[in-house]
Structures are given as structure tokens and as C-alpha cells.
Nanobody
Framework: QVQLVESGGGLVQSGGSLRLSCAASGFTVAHYGIGWFRQAPGKAREAVACISSTGASQYYPDSVKGRFTISRDNAMNIVYLQMNSLKPEDTAVYYC??????????????????????WGQGTQVTVSS
């Protein structure tokens, strides 16, 4: 049974950092396309980071580029989202998502979230000003 469990969210001051974790079970993250998304109250879901199945490509929207980094720990079967220089507008529920191996690029994953087969339950990130 495939399962994704996010953790690491919380309250942080503007300019601070958080590292979100997405623990996977039932599959190997090393071979899956992975995405991190967020949704703030009253706003549409937004992609913040994606990595292709092979790891050959990563994608970040301009809103987080240079501040967020997606990575995989294949030994632990965990995907991370390192978030630095956090801003109040980063406040949202953050979700990780996974898709079985494909040739999709990271850009395609982030711009087509419906392709992801599996989603976690989300973790709240709140950035105070």
C-alpha cells in the first residue's frame, strides 16, 4: 500500500527556515516523480518544487526559486523540501505527491499536478511577520 506522510511543518518567523519531510512507504522514492505543492486558504493549489523520476530535472516556480530545494534520501525513502528565507506569503498547507516512473520532466510534473497518483495528507507551515 502506497503511503506518503509529511512532517516538519510549524510556526517560524519571517526569514527563518524549515525542512519538510515526506516519508514514503509501499514504493521507492528513488524511481518516482515527486512534487511538493501548497495551498493557502482561499487560494488555488500551487506547485513549489518537483523532481523527475530519474532526478535529471528539477523545477521551481519563480516565487520560491533560490529559496526552496527538493531532495531525496533514497536510503531512508524520504523526500525533503528545504525552505529558507521564508516569507509570510509562504504560509500554507504543504503536500507531497508521487507518480510511478515516467519520462515526464519536472516542469511537466509541476504544471500538471493531476498526473500524480499519490498524495500525502499535508503539513501546515505558518510564517509570521
Amino acid at each position: 500500500q502506497v503511503q506518503l506522510v509529511e512532517s516538519g511543518g510549524g510556526l517560524v518567523q519571517s526569514g527563518g527556515s524549515l525542512r519538510l519531510s515526506c516519508a514514503a512507504s509501499g514504493f521507492t522514492v528513488a524511481h518516482y516523480g515527486i512534487g511538493w505543492f501548497r495551498q493557502a486558504p482561499g487560494k488555488a493549489r500551487e506547485a513549489v518544487a518537483c523532481i523527475s523520476s530519474t532526478g535529471a530535472s528539477q523545477y521551481y516556480p519563480d516565487s520560491v526559486k533560490g529559496r526552496f530545494t527538493i531532495s531525496r534520501d533514497n536510503a531512508m525513502n524520504i523526500v525533503y523540501l528545504q525552505m529558507n528565507s521564508l516569507k509570510p506569503e509562504d504560509t500554507a498547507v504543504y503536500y507531497c505527491a508521487a507518480d510511478p516512473p515516467t519520462s515526464y520532466t519536472a516542469t511537466y510534473y509541476c504544471t500538471n499536478p493531476l498526473v500524480f497518483d499519490y498524495w500525502g495528507q499535508g503539513t501546515q507551515v505558518t510564517v509570521s511577520s
